[in-house]
C-alpha cells in the first residue's frame, strides 16, 4: 500500500489557495487515495486583499485549474488588461504636459527576415512613432480603450495577449471554491507554535483550534508573517531596500461613477515625486493606490498625493497603508517547509508580479516534490530558481526607476550607480550599441522577456546607437512597408475589436 502523504497549506490567500487549487489538479488528489491536501486559515488574521494585476500566464493557470474564464471575470469583477501605460516617469510634468509610454503585452512585430528594431532605431527622433506604437498594433488598441478579443472568441484565447484586472479578495474566494471541488480540505485555525526536530525540520504544528497538525510538506503561505519559513525555520530575507527604495503602499477603492464610462484595458502607473500611483479599472470600481519610499517623503505627504490623484469628491475614501520590506528569502525551501506568495518574499507591485512568482514557485513544487525520501537536492534547485527569478526581476523593476530624467532625489538617488544592479549596469552599458536581445537572458529564470526590456528602455527615452553600423541595414525600405502594414492591421483592429465596456458587459451579461 502506497504510504499517506500529507500537504499541508498554511494560510488562505491567493498564494495558499492557487497552491492548493493547483497541487490537487496536478497530483491528481482527487484519483489519489494516500494523499491528503489540506489548507490551514487564520480565523482571525486577514489576507493582504490587494493585487488587482496580473500578468497573461493567468488565463494558463486558470485554465488549467478548469475555472471558466467567463464565470471567473463575472465573480471576480474583473476586467481584461493589455499591458501598462506609464506616466510622467520618463520626465516630470512640465506645464501640465505629461510623458508617457505603453508596455504592451504583446511582443513586437516579428518577421522572419527583417527584425524591425534596428530600424526603428535608425529613424530620426523628431518624427517616429514612439516604439510600442510602432512596433505592435496593441498599443493603439489598448489607447483607443477597445478589448484584445471579441465576445465570441474562445475563452482564454484572443487575437492580442492580455491578463486581468480582479478583485484580490473575490479571486481567493473562487479558488477556495475550485480547490474544494478538486478535493483539498479546508480548516480554520491559527498557528501558534512550530515545533523542530532535532535537525531542524518541522516536526509538527500547534493550533488554537485543532491542536497539533503533522505533515510531510508544510507549504508556507501566511503572507509577510511568515510563520513557519521566517519565524519557525529562521530562514532570513534578504533585503534589496538599497535598490528598490519603495517600503509602503496607501490603497483605496473608488466607486465607478458613470458605468457606461469608456473602461481602460490597461493599469495606469504614474510616477510622482517619490514614487508612483496604480490606478486599476475593475467592474464597478477602481483601486488606486499610492508606492512610495518612506525614506523620501512622509506618510502625510504620499496621503496628500493620493488623494490629489483621486480627485475631488473622494476626500473622505478610506486608505489603507501597507507597509513593506522590499526582498525575498534567499532559501525559500528548508527541508520540509516551502514558502509561496508573500512569505517567499515581495518587492514591490510595479509591474504585478505577486502572482507570477506564485505561479512559477507551485509549477516547481508540483514538478519536483519527491515521491518519498530526502528533500534537500529538490529544494536547493528549488533555491537557486527562485532566487535567480527574483533577481532578474529586480532588474528589470529597476530599469524603470535609474532611467528617469526626474529631478526628485528619490529620482537622482535611482539613478545612483551605487544602486544599480552590476549586471543590469553592464547590460545598460552594452544597449547603448545594440539593443536588448534574446542571449541576454537564461529564459528559465526570467519572467520578463528581451522585448519586455526593449518596451521600457525605448519608452523611456533610452538611446542605442547604430549609427556606425547603418549600412548594415540595408533594409529600410522593406521595413518602412512593415511598419506601415503594423499601422493598417491596427486600423482594422480599431474597426473590428469592441470596445472594452462593450464586452465586459456583454460577459456580464451571461448568466
Ligand atoms: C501593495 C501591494 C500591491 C500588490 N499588487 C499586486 C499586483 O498588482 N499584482 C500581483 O500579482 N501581486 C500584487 N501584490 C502581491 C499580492 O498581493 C500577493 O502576492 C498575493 O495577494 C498573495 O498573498 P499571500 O496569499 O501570500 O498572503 P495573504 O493574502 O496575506 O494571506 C495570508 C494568509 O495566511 C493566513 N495566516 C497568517 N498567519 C497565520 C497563522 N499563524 N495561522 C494560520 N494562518 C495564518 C491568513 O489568515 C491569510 O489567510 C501586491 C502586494 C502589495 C502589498
Redesign the pocket.
Known sequence: MTPKRRLLI???????WLTAAYLAKALKLSERSHLEVTV???PD???????????PTIRTTLQFLGIDEGRFIRETSATLKQGIRFTDWAYAPIDGRHHQFFHPFEAPFYAEDLNLVPYWLLQDEAGRRPFAQAMTLQARVAEAQRAPKRAGEAPYAAPLNYAYHFD?LKL?KLLAERARQLGVQHLM???TDVALTPSGAIAHLDTAQHGRFEADLYID?????A?LIGRGLGSGLKSVRHQLFADR?L?CKLPCSDPDAPMESCTIATAHEAGWL?EIGLNGSRGV?C?YSSSHISDERAAEILRGYCGPGHEDAPLRS?P?APGYREQQWVKNCVA????AG?LE?LE?????L?EAAVGMIAEMLPHSGPMEAPARRFNELMAARFENIIHFLKLHYCLSQRPEPFWRDNAARSSIPDRLAGLLEEWTLRPPGRFDFLLDTETFAFFNYQYILYGMGFRTDLSAGRDDFPQSEDANKLFAKIQRFAERALADLPSHRTLIQQINAVR
Do not use: H, N, Q
Not at 498554511?10 to 495558499?16: E, H, L, N, Q, Y
Not at 488574521?45 to 500578468?55: A, D, H, M, Q, Y
Not at 503561505?221 to 508573517?225: A, D, I, N, V
Not at 509561496?340 to 512569505?343: A, K, M, N, Q, T
Open positions: 498554511v494560510g488562505g490567500g491567493t498564494a495558499g490551514l486559515e487564520s488574521i486577514s489576507i493582504v486583499g490587494v493585487g488587482e494585476g496580473t500578468f484580490a481567493a485555525g491559527t498557528v503561505c501566511t503572507g509577510f508573517r510563520e503602499a490603497a496604480w493606490g508606492v501597507i513593506f509561496v506568495g508573500l512569505s515581495f507591485p504585478a508580479t505577486g502572482l507570477v506564485i
